[in-house]
């Protein structure tokens, strides 16, 4: 004899259904572990259809009056805290730090897997990832005569691997251990003929777990993942620009998941002292390769440490003297001697009447200040 059942949503964006199942519906549950929960149902019915579309599912809801349920759930139907409409959405470190810790590790492994099918490039550009229209992607990596990319869809919440042969696979990005993410991630490359190796150890982490290991870090909130991505398209587009004015040699826009930090870098072309090292878990010689040349750098860092906010940067290695003093747009940039960098906090940028023209201001003052201080050859290396 039957005496209930069992039903499975299957779900791009779990955390949104679950939210809506417990804070609108107010359906009673039960947490079983790891944010999963088990609702509670009132008594239903089943049906059977034919169809010709497989993994297509629907979920009705039953009530008495259908005009006064919506009424009664109104004030919850539209959550506040969506930020989907905003070009430059909140993004308080505190609220997804847990995630951004689980975020950069994946990226990290992500990263790793390019740095080792791909050739070596000047400073590291090998290894970095690029802003999409729906996240993050490693562009093409070769692996023998056939090229694979990995996306990160922040807006469906999928990782995807796609081969130059037609070969694709993908899973969701869903709370999950880095151990159970690097695992699932291998094996579907595996699947796919795509057998890469790489070292496990995080970079640039003063707590380095293995990913093989890592059970710690399994926190994944899509809402703040999908505002952070939308904060890169934002700043990749405005650097984007302020790269255009330069005409010497300039790094692409790119996100490098060591950090992580979305980052371009201009270059005096005349070389840099050694660099002393010392950057966590980071090879002394890949820094100071990635430093071998006089620099300003400038991007954009969720935070961590010292700084709990999200804030765009802007150093130059070596530091000219005067530097720390040197005026800078807007009023809110500030310069962190502990860090040896100017800081704008994103809020002043998301705040400001013009956004762009805040960061822009940002950018072109620090990078004046940089090349003025330090004698670069501005005539020859920008647009006239």
Same mark, same amino acid.
């Given at each position: 004899?039957?005496?209930?059942?069992?039903?499975?949503?299957?779900?791009?964006?779990?955390?949104?259904?679950?939210?809506?199942?417990?804070?609108?519906?107010? /359906?009673?549950?039960?947490?079983?572990? #790891? !944010?999963?929960?088990? @609702?509670? %149902?009132? +008594?239903?019915? =089943? *049906?059977?259809?034919?169809?010709?579309?497989?993994?297509?599912?629907?979920?009705?809801?039953?009530?008495?009056?259908?005009?006064?349920?919506?009424?009664?759930?109104?004030?919850?139907?539209?959550?506040?805290?969506?930020?989907?409409?905003?070009?430059?959405?909140?993004?308080?470190?505190?609220?997804?730090?847990?995630?951004?810790?689980?975020?950069?590790?994946?990226?990290?492994?992500?990263?790793?897997?390019?740095?080792?099918?791909?050739?070596?490039?000047?400073?590291?550009?090998?290894?970095?990832?690029?802003?999409?229209?729906?996240?993050?992607?490693?562009?093409?990596?070769?692996?023998?005569?056939?090229?694979?990319?990995?996306?990160?869809?922040?807006?469906?919440?999928? /990782?995807?691997?796609?081969?130059?042969? #037609? !070969?694709?696979?993908? @899973?969701? %990005?869903? +709370?999950?251990? =880095? *151990?159970?993410?690097?695992?699932?991630?291998?094996?579907?490359?595996?699947?796919?003929?795509?057998?890469?190796?790489?070292?496990?150890?995080?970079?640039?982490?003063?707590?380095?777990?293995?990913?093989?290991?890592?059970?710690?870090?399994?926190?994944?909130?899509?809402?703040?993942?999908?505002?952070?991505?939308?904060?890169?398209?934002?700043?990749?587009?405005?650097?984007?620009?302020?790269?255009?004015?330069?005409?010497?040699?300039?790094?692409?826009?790119?996100?490098?998941?060591?950090?992580?930090?979305?980052?371009?870098?201009?270059?005096?072309?005349?070389?840099?002292?050694?660099?002393?090292?010392?950057?966590?878990?980071?090879?002394?010689?890949?820094?100071?390769?990635?430093?071998?040349?006089?620099?300003?750098?400038? !991007?954009?860092?969720?935070?961590?440490?010292?700084?709990?906010?999200? *804030?765009?940067?802007?150093?130059?290695?070596?530091?000219?003297?005067?530097?720390?003093?040197?005026?800078?747009?807007?009023?809110?940039?500030?310069?962190?001697?502990?860090?040896?960098?100017?800081?704008?906090?994103?809020?002043?940028?998301?705040?400001?009447?013009?956004?762009?023209?805040?960061?822009?201001?940002?950018?072109?003052?620090?990078?004046?200040?940089?090349?003025?201080?330090?004698?670069?050859?501005?005539?020859?290396?920008?647009?006239?």
């Amino acid at each position: 004899m039957i005496i209930g059942a069992h039903s499975i949503i299957y779900s791009t964006n779990p955390d949104a259904d679950r939210a809506f199942l417990r804070d609108v519906l107010k /359906l009673t549950n039960v947490d079983v572990g #790891g !944010g999963w929960l088990i @609702f509670g %149902l009132p +008594p239903a019915e =089943v *049906a059977v259809h034919p169809s010709n579309e497989n993994d297509v599912h629907e979920f009705y809801l039953m009530c008495d009056d259908v005009q006064t349920l919506i009424a009664e759930k109104e004030d919850r139907l539209t959550p506040t805290s969506d930020s989907r409409g905003e070009a430059w959405p909140a993004l308080p470190l505190e609220a997804w730090s847990d995630t951004y810790a689980t975020l950069h590790m994946w990226f990290q492994i992500v990263g790793k897997i390019r740095r080792a099918q791909t050739p070596p490039v000047n400073h590291g550009w090998h290894v970095t990832l690029y802003v999409t229209a729906r996240g993050l992607t490693t562009s093409p990596i070769p692996h023998g005569a056939r090229t694979f990319e990995i996306d990160f869809d922040f807006i469906a919440h999928q /990782l995807a691997i796609r081969s130059s042969d #037609g !070969g694709m696979a993908s @899973f969701p %990005l869903q +709370p999950q251990s =880095v *151990a159970a993410f690097y695992k699932r991630l291998m094996e579907e490359m595996g699947k796919l003929g795509l057998q890469v190796r790489i070292n496990t150890k995080p970079n640039e982490v003063s707590e380095a777990i293995h990913f093989d290991q890592d059970e710690v870090h399994r926190a994944y909130a899509p809402e703040y993942v999908n505002r952070f991505w939308r904060i890169l398209v934002q700043a990749d587009r405005v650097m984007k620009q302020f790269r255009g004015r330069f005409i010497g040699k300039c790094s692409p826009v790119h996100f490098f998941w060591g950090g992580p930090d979305l980052a371009v870098t201009r270059f005096s072309g005349r070389r840099a002292p050694e660099h002393p090292g010392g950057i966590p878990n980071l090879p002394d010689p890949v820094t100071r390769e990635a430093y071998s040349h006089e620099v300003s750098s400038c !991007g954009f860092w969720s935070g961590g440490g010292a700084v709990s906010y999200p *804030a765009f940067y802007s150093y130059a290695y070596p530091e000219p003297r005067g530097f720390s003093e040197a005026p800078i747009q807007p009023d809110a940039a500030f310069y962190s001697a502990d860090l040896r960098e100017f800081l704008l906090p994103y809020n002043a940028v998301r705040e400001a009447d013009s956004p762009d023209a805040a960061l822009l201001d940002f950018l072109q003052t620090t990078y004046e200040a940089a090349a003025n201080l330090a004698g670069w050859d501005r005539n020859l290396l920008e647009w006239r």
